[in-house]
């Protein structure tokens, strides 16, 4: 049987994400379940209202790894209580220096918590489950879009400088206390400097464990609708431009063949173009369809066969694809965007720019079929200067506008 690679964290990493209501709750709990039954000891954590994995597990699942069956144990994250015992201190600190600046208290609180918190925390929750060892994997439930990941890569704008400032900030807080007054903001406390570098560790530690592809997987959850396809770009795109590999996609809600009612034919074209587009828009990272139940997807029975649909025989566990399906090089004002594309033949595509992303047109046995890539922001106040496809790889080049053509 497959097992997980094991390395500086040995345990297998997978990581749901997509709009909301998409099903990542489900094929997090049906994943986890397959697994367990597979006899692997896994931890499924979420951190979405209480009642939906009680919905989906039929037990109540608290702040600690609660067990549901054999192998398989859930966790429901407090963010509340995360952030109080965790990262009160900094939030205490960020909210006094807005307060010293003329802020209303309840309003400081809020502008100090950082953005995203609730899915940075169970990101971060990952470093705690990792440090703590006992389980072979988790899986987490709680990414709804690509944006948390950008905060893994505060470590590094917060430079090795500014930690060895932010040390030498907490031996030299005495003296810092005496101007306090001038400088009429509180001064952080030994405390504060000490929470905010081993925040800095524990999010060293994450990226640690989500850029290695023998460990951590995301996975992206669509249905088959246009924006959320379009946000399973998106967050493709984020991930891979952050390192982290992704290695399946699963559009949900697919309808069954047996659907035969007149009512749905139009959902149904609908659904087979858009199924199509993602196909050629993602290739060649694989695509798993999970059909529409006839019913809402509840308790472990549905979720076997949620996970019946979704991995077939496969081990849920499995790295199902590694690699990146961009690279970016840079220059003095260009840009060029490398995309794999076995699929494209230079007779049947287009390349055109709409708005902040590029769009492939290209044929295929089902008609023409657009598949939509999103640029990177560093492309944003750039012009499509060039596209060629040289080996199965489109070459995209953007220059910043008044610089001649040609590199
Ligand atoms: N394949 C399916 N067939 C039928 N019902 C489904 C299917 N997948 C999910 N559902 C149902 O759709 C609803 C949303 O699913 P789920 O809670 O897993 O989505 P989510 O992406 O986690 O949502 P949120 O963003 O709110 O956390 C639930 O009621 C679930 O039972
Ligand atoms: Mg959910």
């Known amino acids: 049987m497959w097992r997980p690679h094991l390395s500086l964290c040995g345990m297998r990493t997978i990581v749901y994400t997509g709009k909301g209501g998409t099903g990542k709750s489900a094929l997090s709990c049906a994943t986890a379940l397959r697994a367990a039954d597979l006899g692997y000891d896994v931890l499924v954590i979420s951190s979405d ?74 990101l971060l929750k990952l470093v705690d489950v990792a440090k703590e060892g006992g389980f072979e994997a988790v899986v987490l439930d709680t990414v709804p879009s690509g944006e948390a990941l950008k905060n893994l890569y505060l470590p590094s704008l917060v430079s090795s400088l500014s930690r060895k400032l932010l040390k030498l900030a907490g031996g030299l807080m005495g003296a810092v206390k005496v101007v306090e007054p001038l400088l009429k903001v509180p001064a952080p406390s030994k405390e504060v400097v000490e929470a905010d570098l081993s925040l800095l560790d524990e999010l060293e530690a994450l990226r640690g464990i989500l850029t290695n592809p023998d460990v951590a997987s995301l996975r992206l959850v669509a249905n088959p609708d246009s924006f959320s396809i379009g946000n399973m770009r998106r967050t493709y795109m984020t991930a891979s431009l952050y390192g982290i590999n992704t290695d399946l996609a699963i559009i949900n809600k697919v309808l069954p063949p047996e659907v035969k009612d007149p009512y749905f034919k139009e959902w149904r074209k609908a659904q087979e173009r858009y199924l ?123 220059e910043e506008e008044g610089l001649g053509g040609g590199r």
């Open 49 to 122: 209202p209480a009642h939906t994995l009680m919905d989906l597990l039929e037990l109540k699942v608290g702040p600690e790894p609660t067990k549901i069956v054999n192998h398989l144990w859930a966790l429901q994250l407090d963010p509340l209580r995360e952030v109080r015992e965790k990262y009160w201190v900094i939030q205490e600190y960020v909210a006094k220096v807005f307060k010293a600046r003329g802020v209303d208290e309840t309003i400081a609180y809020e502008v100090a918590s950082l953005p995203n918190m609730t899915p940075f925390l169970s």
């Open 276 to 398: 199509a587009e993602a196909e050629a828009s993602f290739h060649p990272l694989p695509i798993r369809r999970v059909r529409l139940f006839s019913s809402e997807l509840k308790g472990l029975e549905m979720l076997r066969r949620c996970a019946e649909e979704a991995f077939g025989g496969d081990d849920p566990l499995k790295v199902f694809h590694r690699g990146s399906p961009f690279t970016i090089e840079r220059g003095g004002g260009w840009l060029e965007l490398k995309i794999s594309t076995p699929f494209l033949n230079k007779e049947g595509c287009e390349v055109e720019r709409v708005g902040d992303e590029l769009t492939l047109k290209v044929d295929t046995d089902v008609g023409e079929v657009r598949c939509f890539i999103p640029l990177p922001a560093a492309a944003y106040a750039m012009k499509l200067s060039r596209a060629r496809l040289i080996g199965g790889v489109l070459h995209v080049r953007f």
